[in-house]
């Protein structure tokens, strides 16, 4: 599979206008990751209460920012999330990740996002790199 960047990711993306535009920090040593981010009530299912898959989609892209370094590339190759308690809207998360082991071409991750450190969902996933 080829896979190009076009920096249009709905995540992160600066050239999305309708995305999230999550800025990742990375730790290259530790292989983990974090964002902080309010999402706002347009990504709401319920009133007030974000998106379960807006939820998704961000531990998605937290975990692969912990699996692959910019100059790697990788896709989710399953994913499994557990929703804790509700994430409201317009409210600043911790969204962090990071990689468990490794075996191969498949990366083991985990991912979380807490809110004033209550803990609102937590992910783990096997991300695989692209030859």
């Known amino acids: 599979m080829e896979v190009k960047a076009d920096d249009k990711c709905f995540v992160c993306g600066k050239n999305n206008a309708d995305g999230l535009h999550l800025e990742i920090e990375r730790d290259?040593?530790?292989?983990?990751?974090?964002?902080?981010?309010?999402v706002p009530e347009k990504f709401?299912?319920?009133?007030?209460?974000?998106?379960?898959g807006i939820i998704s989609t961000l531990l998605d892209e937290i975990m692969a920012y912990a699996a692959f370094t910019h100059d790697e590339k990788g896709?989710?190759?399953?994913?499994?999330?557990?929703?804790?308690?509700?994430?409201?809207?317009?409210?600043?998360?911790?969204?962090?990740g990071a990689v468990e082991s490794q075996k191969?071409?498949?990366?083991?991750?985990?991912?979380?996002?807490?809110i004033d450190g209550t803990l609102i969902a937590e992910a783990n996933a096997k991300m695989v790199r692209l030859d």
């Open 104 to 114: 191969g071409r498949i990366v083991y991750t985990v991912g979380k996002i807490t």
């Open 44 to 52: 709401c299912g319920w009133e007030g209460i974000i998106h379960g």
């Open 28 to 38: 290259n040593e530790k292989l983990t990751t974090k964002a902080e981010i309010a």
């Open 75 to 96: 896709v989710t190759g399953e994913i499994s999330v557990r929703f804790r308690k509700p994430m409201p809207s317009n409210r600043k998360v911790l969204v962090e």
